[in-house]
């Protein structure tokens, strides 16, 4: 286990890491201070943290739905050319 300390909002908060991601948490501590920064002040230490909780959240979900699949997924589209072979099977059978 490793400590790091990040700075942000102009206070400086001592975590915990495991070994080899301490670039990879100073980096996120990085992305929470610029959010921070950019709410600016006149809020209270809490509220800016949370509203840069909630930005990134939101920019998370918004990454989420870019990437999500645009076609049903695997059980769905099995039960669709389930469904599909069946009305086949009834169109052959009423044309025949």
């Known amino acids: 286990m ?6 942000i ?3 400086a908060y001592t975590v915990a890491c495991a070994e080899g991601e301490e670039a990879h948490v100073s980096a996120l501590g990085r992305m ?3 959010k921070v920064e950019q709410i600016g ?3 209270s230490e809490a509220r800016q943290l949370l ?3 909630l930005i990134l959240a ?5 990454a989420r739905s870019r990437t999500a699949p645009a076609g049903p ?3 769905q589209a099995e039960a669709l050319e389930a469904i599909a072979a ?4 009834y169109a052959a059978a009423l044309e025949g």
């Open 73 to 75: 997924a695997p059980d």
């Open 9 to 11: 909002g102009g206070r």
């Open 86 to 89: 069946r009305l086949e099977k």
């Open 41 to 43: 002040t006149g809020q």
């Open 32 to 34: 929470i201070a610029g």
């Open 51 to 53: 509203f840069a909780a």
């Open 2 to 7: 490793s400590n790091l300390t990040l700075q």
């Open 58 to 62: 939101d920019e998370l979900h918004e």
